[in-house]
């Protein structure tokens, strides 16, 4: 039986999804969580305003745990009381926003960020 995107999904199937479909997420004490590795104190901020941006647009908002050179970032759907489809749809556009290398995807049209300490931003898992 499909569910719904308020129903909360059993911790085995949250498991299953997260490592087939998000594997850089995982599940603790009741939220899939991810931890994105930064470069330092600017790259983070744009993470969290990134983050923030998605999480408005789709009007389910994370809670993030910010440092100076990462974010938690941890989902749960409180109404239903446990991780629900919601939670994955989100992680998956922080995942595909965040972490997109623009070097690698868009077929020479950008350089990307440059291999220099300088300009570092998001480390890669």
């Known amino acids: 039986m ?4 308020e129903q909360a999904m059993p911790e ?3 498991e299953q ?6 594997p850089h997420w995982y599940y603790e004490n009741g ?3 991810r931890k ?9 901020l744009m993470v969290v305003n990134t983050v923030g941006h ?8 994370p809670d993030l745990t910010v440092s100076y050179a990462f974010v938690i970032v941890k989902l749960v759907t409180h109404s239903a009381k446990g991780v629900t489809e919601k939670d994955f749809a989100l ?10 290398d623009a070097a690698e995807e868009s077929n020479g049209v950008f350089e990307g960020t440059p291999d220099d300490p300088r300009f570092k931003y998001i480390k890669k898992d």
């Open 2 to 5: 499909p569910h719904t995107t």
């Open 12 to 14: 085995a199937e949250i």
């Open 17 to 22: 999804r997260l490592k087939a479909e998000l």
């Open 31 to 33: 939220w899939i969580r």
């Open 36 to 44: 994105i590795k930064t470069g330092g104190w600017k790259a983070t």
């Open 54 to 61: 998605l999480a408005e647009k789709a009007w389910h908002h």
């Open 91 to 100: 992680a998956k556009k922080i995942e595909q926003v965040v972490m997109w």
